[in-house]
């Protein structure tokens, strides 16, 4: 269908602004802008911050969001969500509003992980605090009020691909059970190969020069942009991973990676249900201020299963 066209007038009146003037200012103008589109908060239940240790002696934070219908003195299904932003941007409090609209839409508790960020920590360690946020989740469920059993991972964009990649690390370490992916329009190959970075890669709001300079910030000099848990796309196999749902956007770059790997999931004998977002351009999980419309990836999420 056709560009949604409140979306469609925002692209028109992006204009070339100058570039900040450093990554600290980058991701400062980032915050405002998603800011500025999303909604109102939606009420949740309760809200909490969590403190985990990481790799290298330090800590990271959590902040876990119970649905606003979620029953009381239950152990809630959750998911270990990891946010977009390239690798390189985004926050928690930037994500306050999607996540909470998260919550309602899927009914679980929300575990929102505020991973160190690259090009300060580049691949693996992003990748390693979303699985240590895992299995922090795993070990501490009765404590924080969880079922050990229902432990989803998610993620959007860059966020995608932590929880894809951190997926295929559960399954090759023997480590705590996923019960399901949500794959939110994933970063999924780092080398851009598929047909709609031809069709989308510029004029859709995420463009290939962006996803291009992100991709380097994550992989660093050192990584090869094969390896599996940096880029899922190329991992050897899928088989024995967790069901499946993957969202992409219309106009969106990312949009046939998404695609094709659900078909690769599905040829591996995976569940998957992926859907496309018509009308919708990346991040649309941030717009449902701007457009209304935008809202259908969180109704799509609340009627699954």
Known sequence: MPLDKQIALFLQQQTDAPAPSSLEALRAQTAVELQRLQGEPQPVQKITDFHIPVSGGQTIA???????????????????????????LGSLDVYDVPCRALANATGRMILSVDYRLAPEYPFPVPLHDVYQALCWASEQAAQIGID??????????????????AALMARERSGPTVEH?????????SEMTM????????GY???????????????????????????????STLAGLPPATILVCEYDPLRDEGEHYAQRL???????????????????MHMTGLAPKAQVLFTALEALP
């Open 62 to 88: 959590l902040r876990g969001y119970i649905p606003w219908n979620a029953s009381e003195n239950v152990a809630h299904p959750a998911m270990v969500f990891a946010h977009g932003g390239g690798w390189c």
């Open 148 to 165: 050990p059993l229902r432990i989803a991972l998610g993620g959007d964009s860059a966020g995608g691909n932590l929880a894809a990649a």
């Open 181 to 189: 992916q949500y794959l939110l329009y994933p970063a999924l190959d």
């Open 195 to 202: 047909p709609s970075f031809t069709e989308y890669g510029e």
């Open 205 to 235: 709001y995420l463009t290939q020069a962006i996803m291009g300079w992100c991709w380097a910030n994550y992989l660093g000099q050192d990584t090869d942009p094969r390896e599996s848990y940096a880029s899922p796309w190329y991992a």
């Open 266 to 284: 599905q040829a591996a004998g995976v569940n998957v249900n992926c859907q496309r977002l018509p009308g919708m351009v990346h991040a649309c």
